[in-house]
C-alpha cells in the first residue's frame, strides 16, 4: 500500500511500482513518479519542517519549485548529503532517505520554537537594533551565538564522490517552459526547420495541464496531448528536449544558464553518469514559457501543515492520485480554488466549505460547485485557523466585521490569485509594466532578442495562450532565419478560466492586529512586519525587502512579493507602481556548486597549462615554477648543483656563448584587418602606421588612468597584420581589453582579433652565438645583420616547418625568437639544441631570464610596476609617441598627479657590500635612524645576484628616484640597516654593443 491517502484510480502513476523510502527515519511506501512530498501526503504526513526565526511547524505548500516550506536533508551516504531540497521537486526513488531541518531534537517537539515564544523581541529589523552592549559581548558572545543559529540545513563535511558535466550550446529558438505555451511555441519554430531547445525543469513535460482536468487540445486530454506533442519534438532532428532543466540565469546577448538533475532519481547512478549537467546556451531568440505562480491568503495563522495552494492540492490529486485532507477547507479570492474543490469533491473528499472573500462572483465553476452541494460562503474571510501540528479548523467570518464561525477541517486550500512569472524576464535587463486592471507585473520593455507568451505574459486562457504562443515560435524562427512553413496550430477544444484574485493581507491580519498572518513562510516575514517598517521610515520596496527580509529567502519571494509590495503600497498610501518592485537575480531557483564547478575542481580546479618544450625540460631534470597557470622550467641543476649555482652557470653561459629558453608561454594575439594600424595605434602609446612589414617595436599599453598595463614586442608582418606578444600573466587580460575596446569604443574598426598563445611555441635563442646556432636550419631567411637587423621579424622555415622568427632580445645579447607551430616545438627545440652543444650553448629557466633582462634595466610589468606606474616613471618615455593625439590612458598621463614632482619612479639599486641581495618588497627610507614608524620613500622591485656582474643587483621604485642619482639610501631589514647607492637601471653593457654580437 503507498499511503492511506492515496485514492484508488486517481492520477497518473496509479500502476507504477512502490517505492520505499524514510524520512526522519520512519519507513513509509510510495511509487515510482511520486515527489517526496506527493508521497509524504499520500501517507499523511504534513508536518515537514520548521520555520527559520521563529520554528513555527510548517507544512507542504506547493507542488513546484516555489516552495519555501517543504525544505530537507537527502542522504544517500555520509558524503552524499544534500541540504535545502525541494520535496516537492525531489523525486522519489526506492530507498530514498530524507530528514528534515532546522529543528532540535526532533521535528514535533523543538526547542527552537521558544522563538515563537519571544517573537516580540524579535519583529522586523530586531537586528539593526540590538547586540549593542556591552561591546565586549559582541565577539565573544553574540557572533558566535548568531553564526551557529544562522542558515538552513547543515553543509556536507566530507568531498563529493559525483561528478558533474558541462555542455555549450547553440540554437535558433530556445523555448523555456514546457507548458501547453512552451509546447505550442517549440513545435511552431521545429516545423521550420531552425534549432530548437525546450527545457523544463519538471519531470515531466505539461505544465498546469498537470493538474487542469477540464483542457482538451486537438481531441485529447491536455496532459495526453501534451506527451505527443512532445514525444513529436523529441523525434525531430533540429530539436532538443530537456527535462528536468531548469533555466536559472538569463545573461547578455540571449546567454542562458540551466541545470539538469540527470541522476537525482536514480535509486543507483551509473558511475559514468553525471550527478547534474549545465547548459551554457546562446540563442538567436528565446521564448519565455515560464507560466504563473499561484499566491497564498494572508490571513492569522496561515502557516499551520495542511495549509497550501490550491493548485498544488489539484496537482496532488489529478497528477499524483493523492488528496491533501478528508475534510477540506477553500479559501480564495479567485476561481481557480473552486476547481480544485470541485476535483476533490468528486474524487470523494469532503469539502466542508469554501470561504470566498468576493462578495457574489458569477461563472460555471460557482455553478458546478453549488450543484455538486459544497457549501459557499460569499464576502467572508478565515480569520485564523486554529491547530498546531496540523491544522484542525478555520475561524470565519464576515469581511466587514460580525459573528464569528469556526469549522472544523484536516486541510485548507487556498488562493489569492496567479503572479506571472517574470523573473527570467527581469533578468534579461527588461522592464515591467504594472497592469492596473488586472493588478498584475507583466514583461514590459525587452532589453534582448526574447518574447514572452502564455501566463507569464498575464495572458488569460488556454486557447489565447496557445494562439498566443504559436504565433510568437513562428516569430521567432523567423526571426532567426527561417522560411515559412507549412504548420497546424493545436486547436483547443475545452479549457478553463480563471479571475483576477487579490494582492495583500485578507481581513483578520491588520493593520490593527498583532496577529502572525504570514507573507514570507521561509523567513517568517508577516504582514505586520512589513506595516512595521514602512512606519519606521522605510519607502522603496528593496529598502523594506531588506528590512523585513521579505523574498530573500531560497524561493526569492515566489509566493510573497507581490503581496509584501501591496502591503507596503496600501501602509504608504500610494499605487503599486509607486512603490515599485524588487529586481529578481539569478539564479531563479538555487543551484548547486558541483554544477558551477563541474570539472573544475581537485586537479582541474586551475588547469595546469604545459608548453610543447615541457617534455624534454622535465627529462633534463628542470624544476619547475607556476606562472598562472603554466608550469615553466625555473632552472636546470646539474649535478651537485643548487639553485643558485645553476642559475648562475646559466647566466654566465647566455653572456658567454648561447643559451636557450622556452618562451611559448608569452601571450600572442594576432590583430588583423584593414584598421589594425589604426587600432594598434588607439591601444598603444606608440606610433604603427608608419611601422614597416617586418619590423618589431616595444609597445606600452595603458589603462584610462595613464597607468602601465601591459607590455611586449610587436612585429608586423603585413600591412594588415601584427604579431602581438603579451605578459604571460597578462594575455587573458590583454585580449579582454582589446576585445572591450574594439567591440565598445572602436566598433567602426575592420579588425579581427585572435588569440594564437597556443599556435605557436617560441624558442628564444640568446647569446653571442645564437646566429650560428640557428642558421644552419633556417630556410629561406637572409641572417645577416643588414638583411634582418635587431628588432625584425621574417617568415620562412625551420627544420622543415614553417617559422615566424623574430631577431629581438630580452638579455641585451644578439638573440632570436623562433615561433613554430606548437606541435612541432619539441622537435625544433631538439635540433635547436643539438646545434647549440656543439657551441657550449646550455638552457635556461625563468630565474635566470630574470636575471639577465634585470642586468639591462629591462622591466617586467607586474613585477616592476604596481598598478600605478606610468611610462614616465619607468624611464620609458621614449615608448610614447609625443605626435600622437589619441590612445587609451593619453588624457589619464596628464591628470596633475601623474606628472607631479616627487613621484616614484624606476632606478637601479647597488649595496655598499656587493654580496648582500636585497630581498624583494623591501622598503626604502632616506633617515635610518628616523621614529617608527619611518616615512618610506619606496620598495625594492626585483634583487638578485649577477654572477655576470660580480655583485648584487637591484631595481626600486623610489620617490624622485631620477633626481637622487649616486645618494645613499638606505633598507632596513630585521637584521640590521642596508646600505644602498642609487644607480641607473643598466648594470652591464651600458652601450648595447652586444645586441649585435
Not at 619590423?695 to 594588415?720: H, K, N, Q, T
Not at 645618494?967 to 646600505?979: F, S
Request: net charge neutral.
Amino acid at each position: 500500500m503507498s499511503g492511506a491517502f492515496r485514492i484508488p484510480g486517481a492520477g497518473r502513476f496509479s500502476q507504477a511500482k512502490t517505492a520505499r523510502f524514510s524520512f526522519d527515519g520512519r519507513s513509509y511506501a510510495g511509487i515510482e513518479g511520486d515527489t517526496l512530498a506527493s508521497a509524504l501526503l499520500a501517507n499523511g504526513v504534513h508536518l515537514v519542517g520548521r520555520s527559520f526565526k521563529y520554528h513555527r511547524p510548517r507544512g507542504i505548500l506547493s507542488a513546484g519549485a516555489e516552495e519555501p516550506n517543504a525544505l530537507v536533508e537527502i542522504r544517500r551516504d555520509a558524503a552524499r548529503k544534500t541540504p535545502n531540497v525541494r520535496a516537492t521537486v525531489q523525486e522519489l526513488y526506492d530507498g530514498l532517505d530524507a530528514q528534515s531541518q532546522n529543528r532540535w531534537p526532533s521535528l514535533s517537539f523543538d526547542l527552537g520554537a521558544v522563538s515563537d515564544i519571544a517573537s516580540p523581541l524579535l519583529s522586523a529589523g530586531f537586528y539593526y537594533k540590538t547586540f549593542m552592549w556591552p561591546k565586549a559581548a559582541w565577539k565573544r558572545l553574540y557572533e558566535p551565538k548568531i553564526r551557529a543559529a544562522a542558515g538552513l540545513g547543515v553543509s556536507p563535511d566530507q568531498p563529493d564522490p559525483d561528478h558533474y558535466s558541462s555542455r555549450y550550446a547553440h540554437c535558433d529558438v530556445l523555448v523555456l517552459g514546457g507548458g501547453a505555451a512552451g509546447i505550442a511555441a517549440a513545435l511552431a519554430s521545429a516545423e521550420t526547420g531552425v534549432r530548437v531547445i525546450l527545457a523544463d525543469e519538471q519531470a515531466e513535460f505539461g505544465g498546469s495541464l498537470r493538474f487542469e482536468s477540464g483542457a482538451k487540445i486537438d481531441g485529447q486530454d491536455g496532459f495526453a496531448w501534451a506527451q505527443a506533442a512532445v514525444a513529436k519534438l523529441a523525434a525531430m532532428d533540429n530539436v532538443r528536449v530537456l527535462s528536468r532543466t531548469t533555466a536559472f540565469g538569463y545573461y547578455a546577448q540571449n546567454f542562458v544558464g540551466l541545470v539538469e538533475r540527470v541522476s537525482e532519481h536514480l535509486r543507483t547512478p551509473g558511475h559514468d553518469l553525471a550527478r547534474e549537467r549545465l547548459w551554457q546556451v546562446r540563442a538567436k531568440r528565446v521564448v519565455l514559457a515560464s507560466g504563473a505562480i499561484e499566491r497564498h491568503m494572508v490571513f492569522a495563522d496561515n502557516d499551520r501543515p495542511g495549509i497550501m495552494l490550491a493548485g498544488a492540492a489539484r496537482t496532488y490529486l489529478n497528477h499524483y492520485g493523492v488528496a491533501v485532507g478528508r475534510n477540506v477547507g477553500v479559501y480564495t479570492a479567485n476561481d481557480s480554488a473552486y476547481a480544485a474543490a470541485i476535483d476533490l469533491k468528486k474524487a470523494g473528499v469532503n469539502v466542508a466549505a469554501i470561504v470566498d472573500l468576493r462578495e457574489n462572483p458569477t461563472g460555471p465553476v460557482i455553478d458546478e460547485a453549488r450543484a455538486l452541494g459544497i457549501e459557499i460562503n460569499f464576502g467572508r474571510a478565515v480569520i485564523r485557523a486554529g491547530g498546531k501540528l496540523r491544522v484542525s479548523s478555520m475561524t470565519v467570518q464576515p469581511k466587514n466585521g460580525g459573528g464569528e464561525r469556526t469549522i472544523a477541517v484536516d486541510a485548507i486550500l487556498m488562493s489569492a490569485g496567479w503572479t506571472p512569472s517574470v523573473h527570467l524576464f527581469s533578468q534579461s535587463r527588461g522592464k515591467v509594466a504594472f497592469n492596473d486592471e488586472t493588478k498584475r507585473f507583466v514583461p514590459g520593455t525587452y532589453a534582448q532578442d526574447c518574447v514572452s507568451v502564455g501566463a507569464c505574459n498575464g495572458t488569460d486562457g488556454l486557447s489565447a495562450t496557445v494562439d498566443e504562443a504559436y504565433a510568437a515560435g513562428a516569430k521567432a524562427a523567423k526571426d532567426a532565419g527561417a522560411k515559412a512553413a507549412k504548420s497546424s496550430k493545436p486547436k483547443v477544444d475545452a479549457s478553463e478560466s480563471w479571475s483576477r484574485g487579490m494582492l495583500g493581507a485578507a481581513p483578520g491580519a491588520g493593520p490593527d492586529t498583532t496577529v502572525k498572518a504570514f507573507v514570507d513562510f521561509q523567513n517568517d516575514v508577516t504582514a505586520k512586519d512589513i506595516r512595521q517598517a514602512v512606519h519606521e521610515g522605510m519607502r522603496s520596496i528593496e529598502h523594506v525587502k531588506r528590512f523585513t527580509t521579505n523574498g530573500m529567502a531560497t524561493d526569492q519571494g515566489k509566493t510573497s512579493n507581490m503581496h509584501g509590495l501591496a502591503i507596503a503600497a496600501e501602509t504608504l498610501g500610494k499605487p503599486i507602481p509607486e512603490v515599485g518592485l524588487t529586481t529578481f537575480r539569478a539564479p531563479y531557483t538555487p543551484v548547486t556548486f558541483g554544477a558551477i564547478v563541474s570539472h573544475a575542481r581537485g586537479p582541474l580546479f586551475d588547469p595546469t597549462r604545459r608548453t610543447a618544450i615541457h617534455p624534454w625540460a622535465e627529462a633534463q631534470g628542470a624544476v619547475f615554477e607556476d606562472v598562472g597557470q603554466w608550469k615553466r622550467a625555473w632552472y636546470f641543476p646539474k649535478a651537485g648543483e643548487d639553485m643558485h649555482a645553476a642559475v648562475d652557470r646559466e647566466c654566465v653561459a647566455v653572456r658567454k656563448t648561447a643559451g636557450l629558453f622556452d618562451a611559448s608561454t608569452l601571450g600572442k594575439i594576432e590583430v588583423v584587418g584593414p584598421d589594425a594600424a589604426k587600432f594598434m595605434e588607439l591601444l598603444y602609446t606608440n606610433p604603427w602606421e608608419k611601422l614597416e612589414p617586418g619590423r618589431c617595436r616595444y609597445g606600452i599599453m595603458l589603462r584610462e588612468d595613464g597607468f602601465i598595463y601591459d607590455d611586449g614586442v610587436v612585429g608586423r608582418l603585413a600591412p594588415d597584420r601584427f604579431h602581438v606578444t603579451t605578459t604571460t600573466g597578462g594575455a587573458p587580460r590583454v585580449m579582454n581589453h582589446m576585445e572591450d575596446y574594439l567591440q565598445t569604443e572602436f566598433p567602426h574598426l575592420n579588425v579581427w582579433l585572435t588569440s594564437i598563445t597556443e599556435q605557436w611555441a617560441v624558442i628564444a635563442v640568446q647569446g653571442p652565438k645564437s646566429r650560428d646556432i640557428i642558421a644552419p636550419l633556417v630556410e629561406g631567411i637572409d641572417m645577416s645583420d643588414e638583411a634582418l637587423p635587431h628588432m625584425s621579424v621574417r617568415e620562412g622555415k625551420i627544420c622543415g616547418v614553417p617559422t615566424r622568427l623574430f631577431r629581438m632580445s630580452f638579455t641585451g645579447e644578439r638573440g632570436f625568437e623562433v615561433n613554430v607551430p606548437a606541435d612541432y616545438g619539441q622537435a625544433v627545440w631538439e635540433a635547436l639544441w643539438a646545434e647549440g652543444q656543439k657551441h657550449g650553448a646550455a638552457a635556461y629557466g625563468t630565474e635566470a631570464m630574470h636575471v639577465l633582462r634585470a642586468e639591462k634595466g629591462y622591466i617586467i610589468v607586474g613585477q616592476d610596476t604596481d598598478g600605478t606606474v606610468t611610462p614616465n616613471d619607468a624611464g620609458l618615455d621614449w615608448a610614447v609617441g609625443k605626435k600622437k593625439t589619441d590612445f587609451v590612458g593619453i588624457r589619464g598621463l596628464t591628470r596633475p598627479d601623474l606628472v607631479a614632482k616627487g613621484r616614484k619612479q624606476l632606478v637601479g639599486l647597488k649595496t655598499r657590500d656587493p654580496k648582500v641581495v636585497l630581498e624583494e618588497g623591501a622598503q626604502v627610507v632616506e633617515d635610518p635612524k628616523q621614529a617608527i614608524p619611518m616615512k618610506m620613500i619606496g620598495h625594492v622591485s626585483s634583487s638578485y645576484w649577477s654572477e655576470n656582474c660580480g655583485r648584487s643587483i637591484a631595481l626600486a621604485l623610489v620617490a624622485g628616484g631620477r633626481d637622487r642619482m649616486g645618494e645613499t639610501l638606505y633598507v632596513p631589514m630585521p637584521n640590521g640597516v642596508i646600505e644602498v647607492e642609487v644607480t641607473g637601471m643598466v648594470f652591464f653593457d651600458e652601450t648595447g654593443g652586444r645586441l649585435n654580437g
